[in-house]
C-alpha cells in the first residue's frame, strides 16, 4: 500500500481551472439545484419538492449561489408578492456542463425516472445525442485527444482546498445513493473525487502520485478512490506493493463534464490571474469544444433547444426562454 506523509498545511495545492471553478460549484447540492434551475425550477417549495432536500440546506445553497451572482431573487406575480429563484448569465454559461449531465444520465438510467422530459434539438427535431467536438477541427474531444500543459510560472493556489465538513459528506453520500441517476450531478459536489479523476484522465497513477500531485492527504485520496471504484468509474490494479489506479470505460461521460467546468473556470474564477492550465486538442489547437448533434451535426446550445415533457409528445418548452 502507498503512503506518504500529509501535505503540509502551510501551502495551498496547485491551481487549475477545474479547482477553481469547483471552489464555487463543489458542494454536494449545489450542482443539483443548478440542474433543476436550468429544467425551469425557480420556486423555493419547487427545488424542495424535486430534489428532497432540508429546508436550511437549501436556503443556505441558495444564498452562496445568490453571493455567486450565479441566482438571484426577484418578486414576481400579482402585486410581487410572490420570490422567486432564476439563474443569471454566469449560471447559464455552465449549458455545456448541464448538457453533460443530461447525456450522462439518459447513457447511465438509474432505478428511477429522474428524466421526465427530453432535450430535443429544434433544427432536425432529434432528441439529442450530442458529441464534444473541438471547435476547430470538429473531431470527437476523448481524454486520449487532449494533453494538459501547466502555464509558467505555475500557480499555488493562496488558501488551502476547503475541507468538506461531516455534514457535507453525509449529504454526499445521501444524493449519490438517493438515486443512481443523480450520480453525475452529485460527484460534482465532491472537490477531490473530481480532482482525481480529472488526474487519472491524463493517465494512471500510483496512489503516492495522486497524494503529492494533487496534495491531498493520504487518507482523503484512499477515501475517495473507493466511492470511485464503487461506482465503477476507476478501475485497481496491483502491481507489486503498490496499487494502480486508471479510469474505466463509464468514466469517459465524465470527461466532457469536467472539460466543461474548467473551460467555465477560466471565463468566470481566475480573478484577472492567466489560466493556470491550458487544454489543448490533438489538432494543435488551444481546447474550445462543443456539443454536436449527432443526427444533423449542428452544434447544440440553448437557442436551438427545447424541453419536451415525456408524457406530452406535442409540446416543447424553448430552453432559450427558462
Known sequence: MDTAPPAPETSGPPATALLRALRVLGDPWTMLILKEAFNGTRRFSAFQRAL???????????????????????????????????PTAKALDLQDAMYAIWLWHQANPGGADILPFDIVHKDCGHVIGATWRCSECREPVTSGTVAIHRTQPEQIEAEPRPRLARRNDASFTAATSQEAG????????????????????????????????????????????????????????????????????RAEGF??????????????C???????????????????????????????????????????D???VDIASR
Open 52 to 86: 428532497n432536500i432540508p429546508r436550511q440546506t437549501l436556503s443556505l445553497r441558495l444564498a452562496h449561489l445568490c453571493r455567486e451572482q450565479m441566482m438571484y431573487r426577484r418578486f414576481i406575480g400579482p402585486g410581487q408578492a410572490t420570490l422567486d429563484y432564476a
Open 182 to 249: 443523480t450520480v453525475a450531478a452529485s460527484l460534482v459536489g465532491d472537490l477531490p473525487c473530481n480532482e482525481i479523476l480529472y488526474l487519472l484522465f491524463q493517465g494512471p497513477r500510483h496512489m503516492l502520485a495522486i497524494v503529492q500531485e494533487l496534495a491531498l492527504g493520504t487518507s482523503v485520496v484512499r477515501d475517495r478512490l473507493d466511492k470511485l471504484k464503487e461506482l465503477g468509474l476507476v478501475a485497481e490494479e496491483a502491481q507489486g506493493r503498490k496499487l494502480l489506479y486508471s479510469v474505466l470505460p
Open 255 to 268: 470527461y466532457p463534464l469536467l472539460l466543461a467546468i474548467a473551460d467555465w473556470g477560466d471565463r468566470w
Open 270 to 312: 481566475n480573478d484577472g490571474h492567466p489560466p493556470p492550465d491550458l487544454r489543448v486538442h490533438a489538432c494543435g489547437s488551444i481546447l474550445r469544444a462543443r456539443y454536436a448533434c449527432d443526427h444533423c451535426g449542428a452544434w447544440v446550445g440553448r437557442d436551438n433547444l427545447t424541453i419536451r415533457m415525456r408524457d406530452d
Open 314 to 316: 406535442t409540446h416543447g
